[in-house]
Structures are given as C-alpha cells and as structure tokens.
Antibody
Framework: QVQLQQSGPGLVKPSQTLSLTCAISGDSVSSNSATWNWIRQSPSRGLEWLGRTYYRSKWYNDYAVSVKSRITINPDTSKNQFSLQLNSVTPEDTAVYYC????????????????WGQGTTVTVSS | DIQMTQSPSSLSASVGDRVTITCRASQDISNYLAWYQQKPGKVPKLLIYAASTLQSGVPSRFSGSGSGTDFTLTISSLQPEDVATYYCQKYNSAPRTFGQGTKVEIK
C-alpha cells in the first residue's frame, strides 16, 4: 500500500521560504509510471496544482506559471522522498499543501492522482 | 494555459435524485480528464479517469462522459455519503489544472 507522509512547518514568516517534504512508502520516487506532485488548497484559490517532479530516464520538473519564479521541487532518491520549496512567501500563500502521486492508471498515458499526503496547513504570518 | 470551468458551483438535491455536474475545458483535451471527490475535512479521492473510467472501488452510481471540451459527472441516485465537493482535472499536459469545484449537498 502506497503512502505519502508530509512534514514541515505550519508557520512561515512573510518573505521567507516555505519548505515541505513528502516521504514515500510502497513506491519509488524514481518510478517510471508516476509523477510526484504538490497541490495547495485555499478558500480563495480552490485546488491549485503547483508542480511535479518525475523520472523518465532522467529527471523532469514542471511548474505552474503562477509560482514558477519562486518554486523548486526536488527528488531525494536516497531517502525516497520529494520536497517543495516556495520562496518569498506572502499571506496569499497561506493554504493547505498536499503532495500526491499521479499514477499511470491505464495505458497508454492515462493518469490519476490516486494517493495523497495528509495535508499540511501552512500559514504565512509574522 | 487551458482553463477548466465547472457548473454549477453548488447544488442541493434530495436522496435518490440524479445529479449532473459539468466541466468545460477552454481547449480540446480529448478524454484526458479526471474527477475527484473531496469530503469535508478529507483529502481528494480519485473517482474517474480518462473521462469515463471508474477508479477501482468507486460505486457504480457514479459515471462520467464527454470528450473534447465538454464533460459530465453524473450521480445516478444521490446518497447521503455523496455529500462532498467534486473537482474535475485535466491532464493532457502540464499544468494539471483543476476546476473550481462543485459542492453537493442534501436537500
């Protein structure tokens, strides 16, 4: 059974960096059939996909335009986890942050986010 | 980027009613669409992928249809445990944009 366990602070000061980690059990961050995603949710923005990392003979990243200048998602193969860093945060970044596996559920290329982390409520405030 | 628009934003129906939620993509996404259910205080759950294929374990009262730009999620007979917010998501390419959600309540 695949599980994702999130960790990281729930309070970040404005202008600082938000850092979260998602530890994977039951699957590999280097899987050729999955991508590893960060999503956030707030009342004003709903579910907002932030970005992903995935391995297909080499590592790839994709990021949402809205955060592209501030975001980094990195895999850590030694610990089988991936991380989110969001720089220069403002109160607008206050949200529940989720990590999620986007798995190849049907050939040839149908995916679905079938496993989610428990969510981390992050508040940006001084 | 492709935008995903859901309607209605909320609805209230009686137990046993047929409920339909619509999702429209701003460009053709073929059938690269998923539907998620999020119950209050819970994480989203994958219901349907490839626009019409039920994820394992999802009750058969849920169904999806559509292709191109217009998609529908139908609950054939609404049950109390279906109270949730439903989201569509496109995945033909990044970004994996979600619709804004449709909140379903029992009348």
């Amino acid at each position: 059974q695949v599980q994702l366990q999130q960790s990281g602070p729930g309070l970040v000061k404005p202008s600082q960096t938000l850092s979260l980690t998602c530890a994977i059990s039951g699957d590999s961050v280097s899987s050729n059939s999955a991508t590893w995603n960060w999503i956030r949710q707030s009342p004003s923005r709903g579910l907002e996909w932030l970005g992903r990392t995935y391995y297909r003979s080499k590592w790839y990243n994709d990021y949402a335009v809205s955060v592209k200048s501030r975001i980094t998602i990195n895999p850590d193969t030694s610990k089988n986890q991936f991380s989110l860093q969001l720089n220069s945060v403002t109160p607008e970044d206050t949200a529940v942050y989720y990590c999620a596996r986007d798995e190849l559920v049907a050939a040839p290329d149908y995916y679905g986010m079938d496993v989610w982390g428990q969510g981390t409520t992050v508040t940006v405030s001084s | 980027d492709i935008q995903m628009t859901q309607s209605p934003s909320s609805l209230s129906a009686s137990v046993g009613d047929r409920v339909t939620i619509t999702c429209r993509a701003s460009q053709d996404i073929s059938n690269y669409l998923a539907w998620y259910q999020q119950k209050p205080g819970k994480v989203p759950k994958l219901l349907i992928y490839a626009a019409s294929t039920l994820q394992s374990g999802v009750p058969s009262r849920f169904s999806g249809s559509g292709s191109g730009t217009d998609f529908t999620l139908t609950i054939s007979s609404l049950q109390p445990e279906d109270v949730a917010t439903y989201y569509c998501q496109k995945y033909n390419s990044a970004p994996r944009t979600f619709g804004q959600g449709t909140k379903v309540e029992i009348k």
